[in-house]
């Protein structure tokens, strides 16, 4: 329950300066006085502070985008942003204030899906957010490694161009795949001036971006520069490689690993990215696994249509949600030839679970069946959570290749 001397509002232009400041500090970070990149996304009529007294304590934000489900479709999504609480104003119920806000907000303007990077791990699922509904991989492999013989890589010319001449060109391939890719979300106007920030202090000590256009395709990278009289040991930082076609996604791999001085490449990448089943070696290719998107379902009568289903089902569901009440209870899930509905009903639950599961699940993400094994989905009617585990499996695995 949230400190009874807390308020909370919507931001305007004069609280950016202590805006970033909590920020900062939430995150023991530095606060230089300039212009954070993020504001140049920030929605202020979405963005709200915490306050004790005069004092901001707390900040959190919604960016409105778009976002593929299954099926690629395009579902609105609220993009939880900048949640951040002042050092020693926590455990006082800021960040609960900060989501109650939100997500009765959206539940309000109709927006039934929010979704967020979750800074830890153990934070979001209190407020239904479902881990792992996107994963992520952060992959490396060295150099230098053959293409097993059925990958055909064609002519066509990659040119390294200019952030300016690049610009363009991307934006039109990105819009092309993100609306066939799971997870993938739409970008506005500044969204890849943040994505794509290259000030001295977003670098990490690698170069400045390199933008390379394939006809069908293009590649983002950064250089870290090591030298050493055994051979090329430079690395590749790949930011994102986007593509319109398989073709051209395997000139682009094979121009990064030819690419001369370079002896390892590394990249956040989807968890099926087929990198590992084109190369000669796949034990060369190393995978560690992460959670990216969290996803919540505001309304779950009105999420749960948003996408297509892989089979047909017909299920009771009783959801607990103790943060959005009008969630909790029971549901009859129905799906025929891809299409669901969603209704009330009084009837026996043939499934229980808790509505962060259904947000685990929603993209096709985590199997329902695992999260059985996991004590958050309880069966009632014996061959149910199998039936939905197959009905919310996707074809390929959900992945959202930006952090916002």
């Not at 996991?374 to 959570?385: F, I, K, L, S």
């Amino acid at each position: 329950m949230a400190d009874s001397a807390l308020s909370i509002r919507t931001i305007d232009e004069s609280d950016l300066p202590d805006f970033q400041r909590v920020m900062a500090w939430a995150f023991l970070g530095d606060h230089s006085g300039e212009d954070s990149k993020w504001l140049k996304v920030l929605e202020r009529d979405r963005a709200h502070a915490v306050f004790d007294g005069d004092e901001m304590i707390g900040t959190a934000g919604i960016l409105t985008r778009e976002i593929t489900v299954p099926g690629g479709r395009q579902a609105p999504a609220g993009a939880v942003t900048v949640v951040s609480v002042k050092p020693g104003h926590r455990r006082r119920g800021v960040a609960s204030l900060l989501m109650k806000t939100q997500l009765h907000g959206m539940h309000e303007d109709g927006e039934a899906l929010a979704m967020l990077w979750a800074s830890e791990g153990s934070i979001y699922r209190r407020y239904g957010y479902g881990e792992f509904a996107t994963s992520i991989a952060m992959l490396t492999m060295p150099t230098r490694m053959a293409f097993h013989p059925g990958v055909h890589v064609s002519d066509a010319r990659i040119r390294q161009v200019s952030r300016e001449e690049a610009l363009p060109v991307m934006r039109e391939f990105h819009e092309q795949v993100r609306t066939t890719r799971v997870g993938w979300l739409s970008r506005v106007e500044h969204t890849w001036d943040v994505h794509l920030a290259d000030r001295e202090v977003d670098r990490d000590g690698l170069t400045s971006y390199r933008y390379c256009l394939h006809p069908e395709g293009y590649v983002v990278f950064r250089v870290k520069a090591n030298r050493d009289p055994g051979g090329p040991a430079s690395e590749l930082h790949v930011r994102e490689l986007v593509c319109t076609t398989e073709q051209a996604y395997a000139d682009l791999y094979r121009f990064l690993l030819d690419m001369d001085l370079a002896g390892e490449i590394s990249f956040y990448t989807a968890w099926d990215d087929p990198i590992t089943h084109m190369v000669d070696n796949p034990r060369k290719v190393r995978r560690e696994a992460g959670d990216a998107l969290w996803v919540r379902l505001v309304d779950v009568d009105r999420a749960l249509p948003l996408r297509a289903y892989s089979s047909d089902v017909d299920s009771v569901l009783e959801v607990e949600d103790s943060f959005c009440p009008w969630n909790s209870g029971r549901w009859r899930f129905t799906v025929k030839g891809g299409e669901a509905t969603v209704t009330r009903t009084e009837d026996p639950a043939d499934v229980s679970l808790d509505v962060a599961a259904l947000g685990s699940a929603f993209l096709g993400g985590v199997r329902l069946s695992v999260l059985k094994r996991a004590h958050r989905v309880v069966e009632h009617t014996p061959g149910h959570v199998n039936a939905l585990t197959t009905a919310f499996l996707g074809v390929t695995e959900p992945h959202c290749p930006e952090v916002f």
